[in-house]
């Protein structure tokens, strides 16, 4: 499988089948739903995401019959994100992630997010967890955390 880095919020699509591991970076404009979209579609095999985006995302998703599907994402990687999309991908009213079982995120985002970890929204995308590697992390855990990623125990 192959990698591509430094997509960026203007990437026009295509069909990447052999792409495996896609790194998403722009500092200077927000990502959209509709992008996000695409990059589904151009890249359906995809197992790796990697984001770094600090913008408020714009053009959120408001079609609850446009609900992204990653079919294949295995590991999330969140670096240096605005919290929208942590959002964007973890609620499963806007993207299905049947697949992810390892994830990158800053604790206080995840913990935010799911609404410390009794969002049903978010549930199911982090109901396959078996990793999660987040920065401040607390030492002892809630059982609704416990709840929230039966896969973790």
């Known amino acids: 499988m192959e990698r591509i880095s430094h997509i960026r919020h203007n990437f ?20 959209k739903h509709k992008f996000f979209a695409m990059i589904s579609t151009s890249f359906p095999l995809l197992r790796r995401l990697e984001i770094s ?16 599907h990653f079919s294949h994402l295995v590991e999330f990687e969140y670096f240096e994100v605005h919290v929208d999309y942590v959002e964007q991908f973890l609620c499963d009213s806007n993207t299905r992630l049947p697949c992810l079982n390892k994830i990158r995120i800053s604790y206080q985002q995840l913990s935010y997010v799911t609404k410390n970890f009794t969002r049903n929204t978010t549930r199911w995308n ?7 590697n987040s920065s401040r992390m607390a030492l002892v855990h809630s059982k609704d955390y416990y709840r929230y990623f039966p896969s973790l125990l």
């Open 53 to 68: 985006n600090d913008n408020k995302q714009e053009e959120k998703h408001e079609d609850k019959s446009a609900i992204i």
């Open 12 to 31: 026009p699509g295509g069909m990447f089948n052999n792409v495996g591991v896609l790194c998403m970076r722009d500092l200077n404009h927000p990502f």
């Open 126 to 132: 982090c109901a396959q967890l078996k990793y999660i």
